[in-house]
């Protein structure tokens, strides 16, 4: 079993920056699973924000957020990333870290067998 701790949510004016991280605790190999960022607001299914492949190589946005955030991992110390800039109050939400086993599927919550608990995030207008 995969533990993943997000942190770094917070308050921002529109038009900030915000960076989360996520901590990938676990005795399996962190680079055996695609890494991924979800994000959920009230009254909202959980969407898909970012994705980094299973070797770090190559990321994956949503249309919304592309330009804007930027998902990183680090090999060594298993940490995933997610840089957030100009940030606009609908990027409002709390944000999931999520581990999967596959790169197929990345957009999807389906692909994701860990979560952590979630780091809220607030853009204010």
């Known amino acids: 079993q995969v533990q993943l701790v997000e942190s770094g949510g917070g308050l921002v004016q529109a038009g900030g920056s915000l960076k989360l991280s996520c901590s990938f605790i676990?005795?399996?190999?962190?680079?055996?699973?695609?890494m991924g960022w979800f994000r959920q607001a009230p009254g909202k299914e959980r969407e898909f924000v970012a994705a980094?492949?299973?070797?770090?190589?190559?990321?994956f946005y949503s249309d919304s957020v592309k330009g804007r955030f930027t998902i990183s991992r680090d090999m060594a110390q298993k940490m995933v990333y997610l840089q957030m800039n100009s940030l606009k109050p609908e990027d409002t939400a709390v944000y999931y870290c999520?581990?999967?086993?596959?790169?197929?599927?990345?957009?999807?919550?389906?692909?994701?067998?860990?979560w952590g608990q979630g780091t809220q995030v607030t853009v204010s207008s």
């Open positions: 999520a581990a999967g086993p596959d790169s197929s599927s990345y957009d999807s919550p389906l692909n994701y067998n860990n």
């Open positions: 676990g005795r399996t190999f962190f680079k055996g699973y695609v």
């Open positions: 980094s492949s299973r070797t770090g190589d190559h990321s």
